[in-house]
């Protein structure tokens, strides 16, 4: 199982970014081989349609859950569509690795 | 011909001028259309008495995807500039995202399997409504969500052409929309006011009018307030200053109560019967220029 | 840290000038015109830029005039009217190209090409108390929505660098997109508000938008004197809903008087009436701030 959150950076300590379609990376959390790769996200810059862009970018890497801030409309009806599971993260900043050991405690 | 009134900034007095204007004319027994192009947020029914006469929908083109037919090949998504399809080949899974379309037709020319189609979506509606003798108003209203009011502005431009005059309420901004307006309109009507921010946004406007090759003339609107700033700047630019409207507290009274000024103060009717000779004999002159 | 949009809807309500000087009071702030389209925040704050960056909108289709046949298969499938064709001679009509890239695609010569829309800019500079990040929007383009996002996020990046705790937004007329970007994620809104029928119609429309981004929304009217009635309609129907008005401004000719000289009516006259009533809009902006993190 695969679980993508949106980090401001490609470490993890990065901050989770709290765009869902315009963030900076994706952090891609692999469970089975407990691992973290970073993605860069080309649709940063896009004029429209950055979240339906990330919702392709990630749902191609095989996730199923997505963590982030916010979550835009039409991002989300996509997401909704496909199955993938949204958490959104309110309150203070965390980094990458503060959200990845709270999903563990949480198993 | 049409004669289209606009400004920089909103709240400078666009709507004043176009509404009066196309009053005064309307009721010295001409026909003629105001056409309110503020596709966003049109006001101009708020200040004529008119009664709906027909209304009719602008629609714009969305590819309708047969899934049966696709080989999620994802050609049509590379060729889309506007992010509006979202193809995942694994999960035999294309979608579109109808709001981002632009209806540019490069999806279907991309598909190599002839699997797109096309439906119409309703845009925005082209409302006309009858005035007096055979003048009317006609308004474009888009719906909430739609990527842009250019198409929507085209044809309500278009819905007006068997008439002899009209004035056209143009929408704010520099922006794709205004000039979709402008480039439609025979001449231009700046409203503008005497202080940095109204010199600021007419220096953009003129710009822009200039690129186009546009003739236009100057209103300055809430004259007596500010400075003098904007005058300099219309005679050393060889500009044409058409027209002030004093500052009166009255006319924003008036206008807040959505009432013009032309109907209950006599002096303005007037007034704006002037503006409209001297916009007349400005263009009979332009006219004459190019023969 | 915290960031408060000024919006209103309707233009001409006197937005930037209270942004000007609510932005002046603060001791220490980034103050972030949004309203790219026509900026004018910066006429009266002075910024003094030192730095300066493009901003691409989009792209456009040029033909390549030694290589196109005029054969005429772009024109066939441009649907947006973009290229003319005067004497044969096939032109793309710039300010009406979209930059689908259909054209470049179908033309058999290879005589069409793309090319990056690059004349908007956007600024950092230095003001009095703070720094100013504004844009210049290139006439004639779109997406000012996504230069909004860009300016938004410089603020942020400056706020931190100054350790400004705040962000003072201008925000753009209207309902539409740069509208929506200025306004998501903020922690306020000020809503200045006309008493006209146009005024409070276009009041009513920004409210639904604030409150379905959840944002705490405040409204201040302005020259409130130039209708009575209006003023208290908005007053009560503000109840209604439940947002507090924070103020009502008199028509005053000391803000056209600032305006004239580039400064804050604050900076301009700041012992008059109308500096002081601003004084207090701002001190309860920031005191409902003060009562929500205890």
Known sequence: MKIAITATGNSLNSKVDSRFGRCSYFAVYDMDENQTKFIKNPNKEAAEGAGPAAVQLIAKQGVTQIISGEFGGKAKSILEDLNIQMIMLNGPEKSIQEVLDLMAINK | MKIAVASGKGGTGKTLVSTNLFNVIQKSGFAVDLIDCDAEEPNALQFIHADLISQKSVTQNIPVIDKEACTFCGKCEAYCHYNAIVVLPKLRHIQVVEDLCHDCGACEYACPAGAISWKSKTTGTIRTYAVNNGSSLIEGRIEIGVYSSVPLIKEVMKSSHHRQLAIVDAPPGTSCPFIATVSAADF????????????????????????????????????????????????????????????DPRIAKSYSEGKLITDNMPNYHKHFLQLFSRIKKHLQYDRNSYT | MIEIAI?????????????????????????????????????????????????????????????????????????????????????????????????????????????????????????????????????????SGKLVNIVRDQAR????????????????????????SSLTGVDKVLLVAEPSLSGVHDLKRIVELTQHFRVQTYVVINKYDLNDALSDAIVNWCRSVQIPVIGQLPFDRAVVDAMVNCESVTNWAPDSTISNAIKRIWNKLLQHEQAKSF
Request: hydrophobic share 40%; glycine share 8%; aromatic share 6%.
């Open chain 2, 188 to 247: 231009m009507v700046l409203v503008t006011e005497p202080t940095p921010f109204g010199l600021n946004d007419l220096k953009l406007s003129v710009e822009i009018l200039q690129q186009l090759d546009k003739s236009f003339g100057i209103i300055v609107n809430r004259a007596g307030l500010g400075d003098h700033r904007v005058y300099d700047f219309i005679a050393k630019n060889k500009l044409l200053l058409l027209d002030e409207i004093p500052f």
């Open chain 3, 157 to 180: 990046e400056t706020a931190f660098e100054i350790q400004s705790d705040i962000i003072l937004i201008d925000g753009p007329p209207g309902i539409g997109c740069p509208v929506i």
């Open chain 3, 7 to 143: 919006l209103s809807g309707k233009g001409g309500t006197g937005k930037s000038s209270l942004s000007a000087a609510l932005a002046t009071l603060a001791a220490k702030i980034v103050a972030a015109d949004c309203d790219v389209d026509a900026a004018n925040l910066h006429l009266v704050l002075n910024p003094k830029d030192y730095r300066e960056e493009v901003y691409v909108s989009g792209q456009k289709a040029v033909i390549d005039p030694d290589r196109c046949t005029n054969c005429g298969i772009c024109l066939s499938y441009c649907r947006f009217e973009a290229i003319s064709n005067k004497g044969g001679i096939h032109r793309i009509i710039e300010t009406a190209c979209d930059g689908c890239q259909l054209c470049d695609r179908v033309c058999p010569e290879n005589a069409i090409h793309m090319v990056s829309h690059d004349k908007s800019r956007w600024f950092v500079g230095d003001i009095a108390n703070g720094k100013m990040i504004h844009a210049r929007l290139a006439p004639g383009e779109d997406n």
